[in-house]
């Protein structure tokens, strides 16, 4: 059977590197070499520099365009990269939404990265640590009783910090929301020349396991991992009740 542009399907399916099984294994390799090649330190939005792979960017904006949140919390603004999207997402989509962006220490690049944008009043930034008491009482300040809100936590990667992390955010996301966890592919950069072996045990991908065993109303929406390369595999956690 030949496919739009003439090509026999069949043939391609039956050729080294064309079953989904072998393009998984090459897309997780190919991750692994881009990741250990620093590749990823190269991206940025709107001129400003973002820690997070292009394809990862892309499915994020895919989910905020469903689930039209009026807020977006996020832990790890680093640069400000994250912010400055999901930012710039709202406002595109024209969303009357804002940001809350957490870090335990702010980059004074940062807050000139976001202060310099376009959506500087829709970014709120908070200093903490992101499981603190003072932090998320500020959180539901901002929020004012808001429930439409999404999740992404990216900040210390450690096993303790990230479970810790999802206990206390998940009480924010609705039923159908999302809480979504980056650098889950840790656990699988372990053993690249530029990993710890420690990221088998001591990584968000352990933690995810954890907080899943725990609470049986969020399951990982493996579906977002469509794109095959990402840094966040099994990271988008769908609370189910
Ligand atoms: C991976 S970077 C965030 C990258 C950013 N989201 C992006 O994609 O451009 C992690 C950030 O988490 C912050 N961080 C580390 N431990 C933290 C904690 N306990 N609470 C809040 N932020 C923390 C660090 O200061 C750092 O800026």
């Keep these: 059977m030949t496919n739009a542009n003439g090509k026999d399907?069949?043939?391609?399916a039956t050729q080294p590197g064309y079953s989904q099984e072998e393009t998984e294994r090459l897309a997780l390799q190919w991750t692994r070499a881009m990741w250990n090649a620093d590749l990823w330190r190269r991206v940025t939005w709107l001129g400003v520099p973002v820690m997070q792979w292009p394809t990862d960017l892309l499915v994020m904006q895919e989910l905020i365009a469903r689930l039209r949140p009026q807020v977006i919390i996020e832990t790890g603004l680093y640069l400000g990269g994250t912010a400055v999207y999901y930012a710039s997402l709202l406002e595109l989509l024209r969303i009357d939404g804002k940001v809350i962006s957490i870090d335990i220490q702010i980059n004074p690049v940062a807050r000139q990265h976001v202060e310099n944008s376009a959506f500087a009043s829709r970014v709120h930034l908070l200093e903490g640590d992101s499981?603190?008491?003072?932090?998320?009482?500020?959180?539901?300040k901002l929020l004012?009783?808001?429930?439409?809100?999404?999740?992404?936590?990216?900040?210390?990667h450690s096993?303790?910090?990230t479970l810790g992390e999802l206990r206390v955010f998940s009480r924010y996301?609705?039923?159908g929301g999302y809480l979504v966890l980056f650098d889950t592919i840790c656990e699988a950069l372990a053993s690249t020349p530029k990993g710890s072996p420690d990221w088998v045990q001591d990584s968000p991908m352990a933690a995810l396991r954890q907080f899943l065993s725990e609470n049986p109303n969020f399951s990982s929406d493996e579906t977002w991992g469509k794109l095959l390369v990402t840094f966040l595999p099994k990271g988008f956690l769908r609370r189910t009740g």
């Excluded at 399907?9 to 391609?12: A, C, L, Q, T, Y």
């Excluded at 004012?144 to 210390?156: A, I, Y």
């Design 173 to 175: 996301i609705p039923v």
């Design 159 to 161: 096993y303790r910090h």
């Design 131 to 140: 499981k603190s008491e003072a932090v998320h009482r500020e959180i539901e």
């Design 144 to 156: 004012g009783g808001e429930k439409n809100v999404l999740v992404c936590l990216d900040s210390d």
């Design 9 to 12: 399907e069949s043939v391609m």
